[in-house]
T-cell receptor, first 112, second 110 residues
């Protein structure tokens, strides 16, 4: 089955700096890659996603890039703010579409 | 707004007890999922369901069973709870690629 690895497991950045979280996947058939943000004590929520026919997607301060050849995708957060502090999960989904394989999570801390 | 609710936020049970965790969604989603979340391990899929009375094993089904008698309700059952099942349990529902999560149930097995 699919195997998703996520790095780093923890990340601290100064407010205003950028943060990058990287994930790799093993199944070349995976074609959908969502990112979830989980604030302390709350449920994971989808923040951005990308499909395999697209190389990059941006939504305000967050962007996701995908390299299908290398089988890795990354989350980029620019101009970080304290409210960006959370655990971020990447996931990969196969064409069947409804089973996600999650990474192990990255705990991001933005220092004011 | 999609609403996914779970029957309990916190639960304490004893080893050997039978435990029921319930998940209800109000969006007529066909797909429903049960995950457990542990530090350093992320979210791992226990079971999922595509339709009523239909279920499929995920990555870690051992020690668990599920029931989906109605489309909106997906139950996770721990037949005989053990201490290694102490965890956060997250339910999700969705359509095709989109999954919406419930608030989670933190289960402690003593």
């Amino acid at each position: 089955g699919e195997n998703v690895e996520q790095h780093p497991s923890t990340l601290s950045v100064q407010e205003g700096d950028s943060a990058v979280i990287k994930c790799t996947y093993s199944d070349s058939a995976s074609n959908y890659f969502p990112w979830y943000k989980q604030e302390l004590g709350k449920r994971p929520q989808l923040i951005i996603d990308i499909r395999s026919n697209v190389g990059e997607k941006k939504d305000q301060r967050i962007a996701v890039t995908l390299n299908k050849t290398a089988k890795h995708f990354s989350l980029h957060i620019t101009e970080t703010q304290p409210e960006d502090s959370a655990v971020y999960f990447c996931a990969a989904s196969t064409p069947r579409g409804n089973q996600f394989y999650f990474g192990t999570g990255t705990s991001l801390t933005v220092i004011p | 707004d999609v609403k996914v609710t779970q029957s309990s936020r916190y639960l304490v049970k004893r080893t050997g007890e039978k435990v029921f965790l319930e998940c209800v969604q109000d969006m007529d989603h066909e797909n429903m999922f049960w995950y457990r979340q542990d530090p350093g391990l992320g979210l791992r899929l226990i079971y999922f369901s595509y339709d009523v009375k239909m279920k499929e094993k995920g990555d870690i089904p051992e020690g668990y069973s599920v029931s989906r008698e109605k489309k909106e309700r997906f139950s996770l059952i721990l037949e005989s709870a053990s201490t290694n099942q102490t965890s956060m349990y997250l339910c999700a529902s969705g359509v095709w690629e989109t999954q919406y999560f419930g608030p989670g149930t933190r289960l402690l097995v003593l």
